[in-house]
């Protein structure tokens, strides 16, 4: 697996940034859990997908429960973007379920299933959040506001 720089309250400026970073840490774990389960590792398979879930469990609960909320104070749209974004998480947590069964099960098969579910939602999903949410949500708030709610992203 690839070494991800750790993070730091000084690293971000911006909502965008942290939550990119973010995307791209998660998915370093992923590629990690799906190269094990292609070489038939499963105990190294089931240690790195755990990591990859827990990330990524994280980042939707941080974005469900302090960015879609502040987003939506901010910008007025209610039941809009973060609406449909809610909807695919729930997709994404689907997902997640297919590939642990797969890697609790020892099931390559299962896995890749769970896997290409995935892949098919967070393309387009993750473009949204990095083009279009995340930086709307920057703008709308001042820097001092901007650099506090990186600082509480990162400690969630």
């Known amino acids: 697996m690839s070494a991800m720089p750790a993070a730091s309250s000084s690293s971000f400026e911006s909502v965008t ?71 695919e998480h729930r997709l994404v947590r689907r997902a997640l379920g297919l590939m642990r069964s797969g890697v609790d099960a020892g099931d390559a098969s299962v896995f890749r299933d769970g896997l290409r579910f995935f892949q098919s939602v967070m393309p387009d999903h993750n473009a949204k959040e990095e083009h279009i949410l995340y930086p709307t ?20």
């Open 137 to 156: 949500l920057d703008g709308l708030l001042t820097g001092a506001e901007r650099a506090a709610l990186v600082a509480r992203l990162q400690r969630e």
């Open 17 to 87: 940034s942290y939550l990119g970073w973010d995307h791209h840490r998660i998915g370093v774990l992923l590629r990690a859990a799906d190269d094990a389960v292609g070489e038939n590792r499963f105990a190294d398979a089931t240690r790195d997908y755990d990591r990859f879930e827990r990330g990524l469990l994280r980042h939707l609960r941080i974005e469900e429960e302090l960015l879609f909320p502040v987003f939506e104070a901010r910008s007025g749209m209610v039941g809009g973007p973060t609406s449909v974004m809610r909807d």
